[in-house]
């Protein structure tokens, strides 16, 4: 099953390194908010761009972190977190 691409709502992006710089960060941690609350358990991909000719996405099942009331709406915001993978652009 495809996962869902999230292109808006992006709130903070963490590149998390393990300190040997041999490939440099190894894990991201995105948050995001969304109008719509996600099924349970839907995978989601999130593009973090281009790096040495390698397009960089984090992909995996979010988890809720908060249910908000903004004006006459209501947020959810996920955290992501995970290793990152590449493919050759």
């Not at 393990?18 to 490939?23: K, M, T, Y």
């Not at 973090?48 to 947020?75: C, D, N, W, Y």
């Amino acid at each position: 099953m495809a996962a869902l691409t999230i292109r808006k709502g992006l709130r903070k992006l963490e590149f998390i390194s393990f300190g040997d710089d041999s490939e440099g960060a190894a894990e991201a941690r995105v948050e995001f908010a969304r109008e719509s609350p996600l099924p349970e358990g839907e995978r989601v991909q999130i593009s973090l761009g281009m790096r040495e000719g390698k397009l960089r996405s984090l992909v995996g099942v979010p988890f809720l972190i908060e249910q908000a009331a903004i004006a006459s709406r209501t947020e959810y915001r996920y955290r992501l977190h995970g290793q990152i993978t590449e493919r050759s652009a």
